[in-house]
Protein backbone atom coordinates (compact mmCIF):
# COMPACT_ATOMS: atom_id res chain seq x y z
CA UNK A 1 0.00 0.00 0.00
CA UNK A 2 1.47 3.12 -1.43
CA UNK A 3 1.51 5.70 1.95
CA UNK A 4 2.79 9.15 2.71
CA UNK A 5 3.44 10.71 5.95
CA UNK A 6 4.20 13.90 6.47
CA UNK A 7 5.74 15.55 9.35
CA UNK A 8 7.90 18.46 10.37
CA UNK A 9 5.06 21.57 10.63
CA UNK A 10 4.02 23.97 13.62
CA UNK A 11 4.35 27.71 14.80
CA UNK A 12 6.96 29.68 13.41
CA UNK A 13 7.29 33.51 13.45
CA UNK A 14 7.42 35.08 10.00
CA UNK A 15 11.00 35.40 8.66
CA UNK A 16 11.45 32.08 10.44
CA UNK A 17 12.56 28.65 9.09
CA UNK A 18 10.86 24.97 8.99
CA UNK A 19 11.63 22.10 7.30
CA UNK A 20 9.16 19.42 6.36
CA UNK A 21 9.45 15.91 5.81
CA UNK A 22 7.94 13.30 3.63
CA UNK A 23 8.22 9.54 4.43
CA UNK A 24 7.23 6.93 2.08
CA UNK A 25 6.91 3.95 1.39
CA UNK A 26 4.68 0.92 -0.76
CA UNK A 27 6.85 1.82 -3.61
CA UNK A 28 9.91 2.34 -5.74
CA UNK A 29 10.67 5.76 -4.27
CA UNK A 30 13.41 6.69 -6.65
CA UNK A 31 11.34 6.12 -9.03
CA UNK A 32 9.15 8.61 -9.19
CA UNK A 33 8.50 12.45 -9.40
CA UNK A 34 7.67 14.04 -6.32
CA UNK A 35 5.26 17.44 -5.30
CA UNK A 36 4.25 19.36 -2.47
CA UNK A 37 1.15 21.22 -2.95
CA UNK A 38 -0.13 23.16 -0.12
CA UNK A 39 -3.89 24.67 0.85
CA UNK A 40 -4.77 27.71 2.75
CA UNK A 41 -7.23 27.39 5.98
CA UNK A 42 -10.88 26.87 3.73
CA UNK A 43 -9.07 27.90 0.14
CA UNK A 44 -8.07 25.87 -2.53
CA UNK A 45 -5.17 23.70 -3.84
CA UNK A 46 -1.85 25.18 -5.08
CA UNK A 47 1.41 24.03 -6.24
CA UNK A 48 4.48 24.70 -4.75
CA UNK A 49 7.11 22.27 -6.05
CA UNK A 50 8.39 19.26 -7.95
CA UNK A 51 11.85 17.06 -7.80
CA UNK A 52 12.43 14.67 -10.57
CA UNK A 53 13.52 11.06 -9.40
CA UNK A 54 16.79 11.25 -8.90
CA UNK A 55 16.84 14.93 -7.20
CA UNK A 56 19.18 16.64 -10.15
CA UNK A 57 16.24 18.73 -11.47
CA UNK A 58 13.19 20.77 -9.37
CA UNK A 59 10.64 23.36 -9.94
CA UNK A 60 9.40 25.86 -7.90
CA UNK A 61 5.75 28.42 -8.09
CA UNK A 62 6.84 32.30 -8.27
CA UNK A 63 5.46 32.43 -4.70
CA UNK A 64 8.17 30.52 -2.74
CA UNK A 65 10.85 30.58 -5.48
CA UNK A 66 13.95 31.80 -3.72
CA UNK A 67 12.77 30.75 -0.19
CA UNK A 68 12.12 26.94 -0.34
CA UNK A 69 13.70 24.51 -1.13
CA UNK A 70 12.75 20.69 -2.40
CA UNK A 71 14.77 17.90 -2.32
CA UNK A 72 14.80 14.16 -1.51
CA UNK A 73 16.91 10.79 -0.23
CA UNK A 74 16.24 8.25 -1.56
CA UNK A 75 18.45 5.69 0.08
CA UNK A 76 15.60 7.19 3.06
CA UNK A 77 12.70 7.26 1.50
CA UNK A 78 11.87 10.29 2.11
CA UNK A 79 11.22 13.92 0.77
CA UNK A 80 11.91 17.43 2.22
CA UNK A 81 11.01 21.35 1.64
CA UNK A 82 13.29 24.04 3.16
CA UNK A 83 11.30 26.90 3.83
CA UNK A 84 12.80 30.20 4.70
CA UNK A 85 11.89 33.66 5.11
CA UNK A 86 8.54 32.57 5.80
CA UNK A 87 5.63 35.16 5.79
CA UNK A 88 1.96 35.08 7.23
CA UNK A 89 0.70 33.56 3.93
CA UNK A 90 2.63 30.81 3.80
CA UNK A 91 0.42 29.20 6.43
CA UNK A 92 -1.53 26.59 5.20
CA UNK A 93 -1.48 22.60 5.10
CA UNK A 94 1.36 20.94 3.24
CA UNK A 95 0.50 17.70 1.01
CA UNK A 96 3.66 15.72 -0.35
CA UNK A 97 2.49 13.74 -3.46
CA UNK A 98 3.59 11.05 -5.96
CA UNK A 99 3.82 11.79 -9.19
CA UNK A 100 1.97 9.37 -12.27
CA UNK A 101 3.87 6.79 -13.94
CA UNK A 102 1.60 7.39 -16.75
CA UNK A 103 0.82 11.08 -16.89
CA UNK A 104 3.05 13.63 -17.12
CA UNK A 105 2.57 15.93 -13.90
CA UNK A 106 -0.40 14.50 -12.19
CA UNK A 107 -0.39 13.76 -8.76
CA UNK A 108 -1.84 10.45 -8.01
CA UNK A 109 -1.39 9.82 -4.58
CA UNK A 110 -1.19 12.59 -1.78
CA UNK A 111 0.07 12.74 2.00
CA UNK A 112 -2.69 13.35 4.96
CA UNK A 113 -0.80 16.79 5.09
CA UNK A 114 1.13 18.71 7.74
CA UNK A 115 0.20 22.17 8.91
CA UNK A 116 2.55 25.27 8.99
CA UNK A 117 1.23 28.26 10.91
CA UNK A 118 3.33 31.51 10.33
CA UNK A 119 2.21 34.03 13.05
CA UNK A 120 3.63 36.14 15.87
CA UNK B 1 0.01 30.94 -15.58
CA UNK B 2 -3.62 29.22 -17.00
CA UNK B 3 -6.50 30.16 -14.86
CA UNK B 4 -9.07 27.79 -14.18
CA UNK B 5 -12.52 28.69 -13.26
CA UNK B 6 -15.17 26.41 -12.30
CA UNK B 7 -18.47 26.39 -12.29
CA UNK B 8 -20.98 26.05 -9.98
CA UNK B 9 -18.44 26.85 -6.78
CA UNK B 10 -21.73 25.13 -4.82
CA UNK B 11 -23.90 22.52 -5.49
CA UNK B 12 -26.61 20.85 -3.69
CA UNK B 13 -27.75 17.99 -4.97
CA UNK B 14 -30.11 14.63 -3.89
CA UNK B 15 -28.81 10.78 -3.86
CA UNK B 16 -29.03 9.59 -6.99
CA UNK B 17 -28.95 12.86 -8.73
CA UNK B 18 -26.69 13.09 -11.71
CA UNK B 19 -24.49 15.50 -11.06
CA UNK B 20 -21.95 17.84 -13.71
CA UNK B 21 -19.25 20.26 -13.01
CA UNK B 22 -17.66 22.71 -15.45
CA UNK B 23 -13.77 23.90 -15.65
CA UNK B 24 -12.68 26.78 -17.94
CA UNK B 25 -9.26 27.30 -18.95
CA UNK B 26 -7.82 30.64 -19.71
CA UNK B 27 -6.36 29.07 -22.66
CA UNK B 28 -6.64 25.58 -24.84
CA UNK B 29 -4.63 23.06 -22.52
CA UNK B 30 -5.44 19.86 -25.18
CA UNK B 31 -6.41 17.28 -22.27
CA UNK B 32 -3.80 17.62 -20.12
CA UNK B 33 -6.79 17.79 -16.95
CA UNK B 34 -7.13 16.44 -14.35
CA UNK B 35 -10.02 15.96 -11.36
CA UNK B 36 -9.49 15.66 -7.69
CA UNK B 37 -11.86 14.63 -5.18
CA UNK B 38 -11.24 15.79 -1.50
CA UNK B 39 -13.25 15.73 1.56
CA UNK B 40 -12.91 17.62 5.25
CA UNK B 41 -9.80 16.99 6.79
CA UNK B 42 -8.53 14.53 4.37
CA UNK B 43 -5.90 14.54 1.21
CA UNK B 44 -6.91 15.06 -2.60
CA UNK B 45 -7.61 12.07 -4.40
CA UNK B 46 -7.38 11.42 -7.87
CA UNK B 47 -10.18 10.74 -10.14
CA UNK B 48 -9.69 11.64 -13.64
CA UNK B 49 -6.42 12.37 -15.49
CA UNK B 50 -6.44 13.20 -19.81
CA UNK B 51 -9.62 14.45 -18.77
CA UNK B 52 -11.26 11.35 -19.20
CA UNK B 53 -9.45 8.89 -17.82
CA UNK B 54 -10.38 6.98 -14.73
CA UNK B 55 -7.99 6.12 -11.85
CA UNK B 56 -7.83 2.92 -11.26
CA UNK B 57 -9.88 1.89 -8.29
CA UNK B 58 -12.48 5.01 -8.83
CA UNK B 59 -16.43 4.14 -9.42
CA UNK B 60 -17.75 4.36 -12.77
CA UNK B 61 -20.10 6.49 -12.01
CA UNK B 62 -17.37 9.47 -12.46
CA UNK B 63 -16.64 10.43 -15.73
CA UNK B 64 -14.83 13.51 -17.82
CA UNK B 65 -15.05 14.73 -20.72
CA UNK B 66 -13.80 17.79 -22.92
CA UNK B 67 -10.75 19.44 -24.31
CA UNK B 68 -9.00 22.73 -25.26
CA UNK B 69 -10.97 24.75 -23.20
CA UNK B 70 -13.98 23.10 -21.54
CA UNK B 71 -13.96 20.08 -19.54
CA UNK B 72 -16.79 18.23 -17.29
CA UNK B 73 -16.74 15.85 -14.58
CA UNK B 74 -20.22 14.10 -14.50
CA UNK B 75 -21.32 11.80 -11.34
CA UNK B 76 -24.12 9.67 -12.94
CA UNK B 77 -25.83 8.71 -9.89
CA UNK B 78 -24.81 10.79 -6.67
CA UNK B 79 -23.93 8.48 -3.61
CA UNK B 80 -23.39 9.56 0.15
CA UNK B 81 -19.89 9.45 0.20
CA UNK B 82 -19.37 11.30 -2.95
CA UNK B 83 -20.23 15.12 -0.70
CA UNK B 84 -17.32 16.78 -0.91
CA UNK B 85 -14.90 19.38 -2.88
CA UNK B 86 -13.69 18.84 -6.82
CA UNK B 87 -10.82 20.57 -7.81
CA UNK B 88 -10.17 20.43 -11.47
CA UNK B 89 -5.93 20.97 -12.78
CA UNK B 90 -4.26 21.72 -15.15
CA UNK B 91 -1.19 19.94 -16.56
CA UNK B 92 -0.48 21.93 -19.92
CA UNK B 93 2.03 24.24 -18.72
CA UNK B 94 4.07 25.33 -15.30
CA UNK B 95 2.98 26.55 -12.74
CA UNK B 96 0.09 23.52 -13.01
CA UNK B 97 -2.79 25.14 -11.39
CA UNK B 98 -5.63 24.19 -9.92
CA UNK B 99 -9.43 25.67 -10.12
CA UNK B 100 -10.71 27.03 -6.94
CA UNK B 101 -13.04 24.37 -6.44
CA UNK B 102 -16.80 22.53 -6.32
CA UNK B 103 -18.35 22.03 -3.29
CA UNK B 104 -21.17 19.13 -3.28
CA UNK B 105 -22.93 19.39 -0.38
CA UNK B 106 -26.56 17.63 0.30
CA UNK B 107 -29.95 18.85 -0.65
Known amino acids: EVQLVESGGGLVQPGGSLRLSCAAS????????MHWVRQAPGKGLVWVSR????????SYADSVKGRFTISRDNAKNTLYLQMNSLRAEDTAVYYC?????????????WGQGTLVTVSS | DIQLTQSPSFLSASVGDRVTITCRAS??????LAWYQQKPGKAPKLLIY???TLQSGVPSRFSGSGSGTEFTLTISSLQPEDFATYYC?????????FGQGTKVEIK
Open chain 1, 97 to 109: ARESLVEWLVPDY
Open chain 1, 26 to 33: GFTFSSYW
Open chain 1, 51 to 58: INSDGSST
Open chain 2, 27 to 32: QGISSY
Open chain 2, 50 to 52: AAS
Open chain 2, 89 to 97: QQLNSYPPT
